[in-house]
Structures are given as C-alpha cells and as structure tokens.
C-alpha cells in the first residue's frame, strides 16, 4: 500500500473550518483513498473515501489532486466533538483480498473553544 | 443501528487463564477482522475472515486464535495470555464487494493481563 505523511498535530477553531493534508505521492492507479479518525481509545470511524473525484458527505468533503498526489480532508464547521487522531489511508481495489487498513500516526486535531 | 459489537469491554486477567473476546456484527457482513492497538505501533492486524469456516492470519497471530462459525460471530480467543498481550483490540466488520470497502469497527476491549 502507498505510504501516507500526515502532520502530527493541528489545532483548529471551534467553528470555523478544519483543513486536513494528506501527501500520498506513490499512490498508484487502483487505489482509493480513505479517511478515519478515532476520538480517544475509541474505535476508528470511517469518515470518507475518494478515487479520482472530491467527494462530499454528511461529515466531511474529500479534495484529492488531479495528480492524486495529495488530499486535504475537510470538516466544513468544527465542533470540540471533532478532536481526535484523523488517519488518511491509502489502499488498492479490494479485489476479494484482505481488507486491511494499515494505519500510520495521523493527525491529532484539536478543535479549540 | 448497524455495529460491532464486543464484550468485554474491559477485562483483568492472569497469565494463562483462557479468555474469549467476543466479536458480533449485525449487518450481514462477510469480513471480519481483529487488531490491536498499542502505544507508538498503532493498530496493527491480528487475524481476519473472508466469510463462514474462512479464516486467515494477519500480521501478529501470535498467541491468538479466531473461529467463524456463524457470519455474525468472530470470537478472539487467547488461550494462554501473556502480559505481552495487554492492549486494545478493536472488531471490525465489512461488506465483501471489489472496488473500495468501508470498516466498521467496535468500540473495543481493553486487556489486561497481569
């Protein structure tokens, strides 16, 4: 799986928006990149995941790169219930294989009153 | 509401006293999966389930052992537990399908084994 570099911490306003990077430069055709985060000793939750195209959803909006190099995960209006460890992933088409994630150390937001 | 479920949530144990951490999702998924999670190695996968009787080892089997009987249940079974082996561990669950595939994970269990 391509390997990922996320900055260790970030802090972000209660309110205002929360920009998350992620750099995946040997990311290959076939895969997908992820999101999770995991708020203290409690189990990840998937947030979103994209190819090619930004996505959007409840949560959060995915912008990947036209080179797909680098992605920024973005929580429009950050609540202090969104301070966690967010993880960006990358990984091939599951092609009936295991479904592994292999999670790095990710990002410690924290979202700030 | 669709989750994973395990139980128990918290446990205190001794050095070779067979223990079970049980595993339970209700969402029809074929995948199951097992980690630990530990201080500076992050989460790391234990063993994992492509569906009913189909089981594999992941990257740290030692010590552990998984059934799949039914395709709700993926029970973690520790049959002589070490204190190596104090650590959370998370069940997560997933629909077989090509293309790309979302988690679900449990709250998790936390070990201790004395």
């Known amino acids: 799986d391509a390997k990922t570099t996320q900055p260790t911490s970030m802090d972000c306003a209660e309110g205002r928006a929360a920009n998350l990077p992620c750099n995946h430069s040997?990311?290959?055709?076939?895969?997908?990149v992820y999101w999770y985060r995991q708020i203290h000793s409690q189990g990840p939750q998937y947030i979103i995941h994209g190819l090619k195209n930004n996505e959007t959803n409840e949560m959060a909006s995915l912008i990947i790169t036209e080179d797909r190099k680098s992605s920024t995960l973005i929580l429009p209006h950050a609540t202090l219930r969104d301070t966690a460890v967010y993880y960006c992933?990358?990984?091939?088409?599951?092609?009936?294989?295991?479904?592994?994630?292999?999670f790095g150390k990710g990002t410690l937001l924290t979202v700030n009153p | 509401e669709a989750q994973v479920t395990q139980n128990p949530r918290y446990l205190i144990t001794v050095t070779g006293k067979k223990l079970t951490v049980t595993c339970s999702q209700n969402?029809?998924?074929?995948?199951m999966s097992w980690y630990r999670q530990d201080p500076g190695l992050g989460l790391r996968q234990i063993y994992y389930s492509m569906n009913v009787e189909v089981t594999d080892k992941g990257d740290v089997p030692e010590g552990y052992k998984v059934s799949r009987k039914e395709k709700r249940n993926f029970p973690l079974i520790l049959e002589s537990p070490s204190p190596n082996q104090t650590s959370l561990y998370f069940c997560a669950s997933s629909r077989v399908a090509s293309g790309a595939n979302v988690l679900t994970f449990g709250a998790g269990s936390r070990l201790t084994v004395l």
């Open positions: 969402m029809n998924h074929e995948y």
């Open positions: 992933i990358v990984r091939p088409n599951s092609g009936g294989s295991n479904y592994k994630l292999t």
């Open positions: 040997t990311i290959s055709g076939n895969e997908y």
